[in-house]
C-alpha cells in the first residue's frame, strides 16, 4: 500500500509510513502489562466529584484525564443523536415537501373533474329535464333508438367512471393530508431531540473544558501525554494479541480514495456535527470520506454500526471503519498497519492513532 501522506508528532512531521510504523514500534516495545511512568502529581484541579471513589494507584491528574475522557465519550454518544435526529428531519422535511407536491397535483386534478361533472350536469339541465331514457322511447326510428341507446350507455359508463375517479382522488388528498400531518409531527418531535442532545453536547463539553482550564500550562502537556499512554498501552495490548500477523487485505479503489480523503483532512479540528471541509466530527469525517469515494454511507457512527456490513476484525482491510465503545459512540478509519484516521474530539484535530487504541466494538464495510 502506498502511504504518501503525512503525520505530526509533537511538532514533527513524518510520512505516514514512519508514523504508523512509530505506532507498530511503539506498541510492541510497550508488551501488555508495561508500567508507565506517571507524572509528578499536581495540585489537583477541584475535589473529587462526591460518591465517586479514587481507584488505587491514580494520580490527581490521572482522575482528571478519566473524568475529561467520560465526559468526552458521553458528548460523542450525545452528537451521534443529535446527527441522528438531524438525519431523520432532514428526511421528513424531504418527505413533506413530496406530499405537498401530490395534494397540489390532487387538488388540480380533483378540480378538472369536478369541472367535468359540472358540464355533464349543465348538458343534462339544456335537455329540458327529460330523461334520455324517455326521449329514446319516443324516436321513431329503430336505429336511430339504438345509437342513441349505446351512447346511453356510454355517458352512463363515462358518469360512474368520473364519479368513482373523483371519490379516489378525494381520498388520496385525505391520506396526502393525514400524512403530511404526520411527518409534521414527527419534524418537531425531532427538533425538540435535537435541542436536547445539543444541550447535552454543550454540557458535557463545557464541564471537560472547564476541568481542562483549572489546569496550568505544564499540567496540560502531562495530560495530553497520560492520554497518549493510554491509548498506547491499549494498542499494545491489541498488537501483542498478534492480530496484525492476520490483516493482509488489500483496500478497493473505492477503499484507497476514502483513505486518501480522510488523511488530506489531518490537522483539521474535531467540531461536533461538522462535516467539513474546514472542521469534522468522527462520523462527519467517516461519511463526508465515503462520500468522496462514490459511496454514500449513514451519517453517524450508530447509524454505520447498524446499516453497514459487519466483518470480522482479521478480515479487515484499508477503507473499512473501525466502530468504538459499546454505544457506538466513535468511529475510525482504517489505513492499514495497525492504525486509523480519526476526529478524537473537542480540543483535538483530525489524526492517525492506533486502531486497538480505544475499545473496539466491531468493523464495518462501506463497499462490501
Known amino acids: 500500500m502506498d502511504l504518501l501522506w503525512g503525520w505530526s508528532v509533537s511538532g514533527k512531521r513524518y510520512s505516514t509510513a514512519k508514523a504508523v510504523a512509530l505506532i507498530c514500534a511503539a506498541a510492541v516495545l510497550a508488551a501488555p502489562g508495561t508500567a508507565f511512568a506517571s507524572p509528578a502529581e499536581p495540585t489537583p484541579p477541584g475535589p473529587p466529584t462526591p460518591g465517586s471513589p479514587t481507584p488505587a494507584g491514580d494520580t490527581p491528574l490521572e482522575q482528571v484525564r478519566k473524568k475529561i475522557d467520560r465526559l468526552y465519550r458521553e458528548a460523542g454518544s450525545a452528537t451521534d443523536a443529535y446527527n441522528a435526529a438531524e438525519e431523520k428531519a432532514d428526511q421528513q422535511s424531504d418527505e413533506i415537501v413530496r406530499l405537498a407536491r401530490d395534494i397540489d397535483k390532487g387538488q388540480k386534478k380533483l378540480d378538472k373533474l369536478k369541472a367535468q361533472a359540472g358540464a355533464a350536469a349543465r348538458a343534462q339541465y339544456r335537455g329540458g329535464g327529460i330523461p334520455d331514457q324517455a326521449r329514446l322511447m319516443l324516436s321513431d326510428s329503430p336505429e336511430r333508438f339504438l345509437d342513441g341507446a349505446g351512447r346511453l350507455r356510454q355517458g352512463q359508463h363515462g358518469t360512474k367512471s368520473l364519479l368513482t375517479e373523483m371519490a379516489r382522488t378525494q381520498a388520496d388528498l385525505k391520506t396526502y393530508a393525514k400524512d403530511a400531518s404526520t411527518q409534521w409531527r414527527k419534524l418537531e418531535a425531532n427538533r425538540k431531540a435535537r435541542a436536547e442532545a445539543k444541550r447535552k453536547i454543550k454540557k458535557k463539553i463545557a464541564a471537560a473544558e472547564k476541568l481542562e482550564s483549572h489546569l496550568e500550562t505544564k499540567e496540560r502537556e502531562r495530560l495530553r501525554r497520560l492520554e497518549e499512554e493510554a491509548a498506547l498501552k491499549q494498542q499494545s495490548a491489541w498488537v501483542g494479541s498478534g492480530i496484525l500477523k492476520d490483516l493482509k487485505g488489500d483496500a478497493t479503489s473505492r477503499g484507497k480514495k476514502a ?94 492513532a492506533g486502531a486497538g487504541s480505544m475499545e473496539i466494538l466491531g468493523v464495518v464495510r462501506p463497499d462490501s
Not at 320 to 346: E, M, N, T, W
Open 259 to 352: 483513505v486518501a480523503f480522510a488523511t488530506a483532512q489531518i490537522g483539521k479540528p474535531y467540531v461536533w456535527g461538522a462535516e467539513g471541509p474546514g472542521s469534522y466530527d468522527c462520523s462527519g469525517l467517516t461519511s463526508k470520506a465515503w462520500a468522496a469515494a462514490g459511496r454514500g454511507i449513514p451519517r453517524t457512527s450508530q447509524e454505520q454500526w447498524k446499516r453497514l456490513p459487519r466483518i470480522d476484525v482479521k478480515n479487515m482491510r484499508p477503507g473499512d471503519l473501525i466502530i468504538y465503545h459499546k454505544d457506538a459512540s466513535h468511529v475510525g478509519l482504517y489505513v492499514g498497519d495497525g492504525a486509523i484516521v480519526h476526529a478524537p474530539r473537542p480540543g483535538r484535530n483530525v489524526t492517525i
